[in-house]
């Protein structure tokens, strides 16, 4: 089969890594990719958010299944153009992809269909949205309605904060057209984790669980990122509550998105909080793997990628079972230094080689690229994704930080402390 994967990150690096490993691919593209899926996958230098291209492309070579890793051109519409192609896609239409692209559909969604979530209300207004955000009182979560590249989110400790946020996105468009509404809602206590589902339109297939570490330094300090690492299995995910997030929260969205005449075809990605009691309740949907979580999932799926998404495509989920393997895998992010700011591009790095040498190291590329004389550049904000697998989280994390130690790149930086939540459970 030919198959083409849409993104150039770590996620889809790891998505090619996992469906070149299948008997069946037997031409896999990408489109725009980076230095380390150059190394699996034909690369074509096609952006992302380049819908004509991307479906001139496809008209063209006719792939048996195209994957599209991120967010904007699922919002954009591209599963809907190469759809109309008669191709297969692994991913939602625009239509269900308003999941992501509308956090105020979101919300409005969990109203209708009694998801649990936080208590909200969606503005345009800046003196309404204040008046409300006073009003719940205590800390405060603002939200631009749209695509922010996961900067949209402002958490506000007092009502002053959360006026100047809510100013900063509608009066002073702080995120562009992104940003010219809002949500406003109660803060969430409690630890968060990521759950993934994937959907055929009818039903819902739950994966494996992971967490995430979204502040850029160590002890979840400093600003938020895009991801600064990531583990799976995630302590907190037992199979009891696994069931009752699928019960009462996937399984719900799914059911109302075909109801609203949005069936969501792709990977169902739910940003849970878990409550000090136990209950769940959903911080955001996303329309696609997240990016470090995706790395750590492929690292521990055993069961043939490419035949898991064509039978999410061929609404045939119920005939699949996920096998996982029973080690822990990790991923540990390596940014430019400055990450989420200003950061330098075009930095050198060194000896990838020898860190891949580590037992159980996978490396999976981001913003990186070869130069004309064949050294490897840093060319992004979060540049690689060094990963690992061990019997136990304790032991992955010791060969994934291993496998750092003996990269060469003084521009780059990680936390060091990925995983300490789960440790610190055990």
Not at 34 to 50: F, W
Not at 98 to 119: H, Q, V, W
Not at 325 to 353: H, N, W
Not at 354 to 380: K, S
Request: aromatic share 6%; hydrophobic share 45%; with cysteine.
């Amino acid at each position: 089969m030919k198959v083409l994967v849409v993104g150039g990150g770590a996620r889809e690096h790891a998505l090619c890594w996992a469906l070149a490993a299948s008997p069946d691919c037997s031409t896999l593209w990408c489109a725009p990719g980076n230095a380390g899926i150059a190394e699996i996958a034909e690369l074509q230098p096609i952006a992302a958010e380049d819908v004509e291209g991307l479906v001139a492309f496809c008209q063209e070579h006719r792939p048996d299944l195209v994957v599209i890793g991120p967010e904007a051109p699922l919002v954009a519409g591209l599963a809907n153009r190469l759809t109309d192609l008669g191709l297969r896609v692994f991913g939602p239409s625009a239509e269900a992809a308003i999941l992501e692209g509308s956090k105020g559909f979101m919300k409005d969604l969990c109203a209708k269909y009694n998801i649990p979530t936080a208590r909200y209300g969606r503005f345009k207004d800046p003196v309404e949205a204040i008046a409300f955000a006073r009003q719940l009182g205590g800390p405060v979560v603002v939200k631009a309605d749209g695509l922010a590249a996961g900067k949209g989110v402002i958490i506000c400790l007092n009502a002053e904060e959360a006026e100047a946020a809510i100013d900063a996105t509608l009066r002073k468009g702080r995120f562009g057209t992104a940003g010219e509404e809002v949500v406003v809602e109660e803060f969430l206590e409690g630890e968060e984790v990521s759950f993934f589902a994937l959907c055929d339109g009818r039903s819902a297939l739950p994966m494996a669980s992971a967490q995430d570490h979204k502040r850029v330094f160590d002890g979840d300090h400093g600003p938020n990122t895009g991801g600064m690492g990531a583990y799976s299995p995630a302590p907190i995910m037992t199979e009891d509550l696994g069931r009752r997030v699928m019960r009462e929260i996937i399984e719900p969205t799914v059911a109302g998105m075909a109801a609203e005449g949005r069936p969501f075809r792709g990977v169902l990605f739910a940003g849970l909080m878990i409550e000090p009691d136990g209950t769940p309740k959903l911080l955001e949907h996303n329309v696609r793997f997240g990016d470090p979580e995706c790395q750590v999932l492929m690292l521990r799926l055993e069961t043939d990628l490419l035949k898991v998404l064509l039978a999410a495509c061929e609404e045939r989920l119920s005939d699949i079972t996920l096998k996982w393997s029973p080690d822990a895998a990790i991923a540990v992010v390596m940014a430019a230094e400055g990450y989420p700011g200003a950061y330098e591009s075009g930095t050198e790095i060194q000896k990838l080689e020898a860190a891949a040498t580590v037992e159980g190291a996978t490396l999976f590329h981001a913003g990186t690229r070869r130069a004309a004389d064949g050294r490897l550049l840093a060319v992004g904000g979060r540049v690689l994704s060094v990963c690992a697998t061990g019997s136990d989280l304790a032991q992955a994390q010791a060969r994934a930080y291993e496998a750092v130690d003996r990269i060469d790149w003084p521009e780059g930086f990680c936390r060091r402390d990925i995983g300490w939540r789960a440790l610190g459970r055990t």
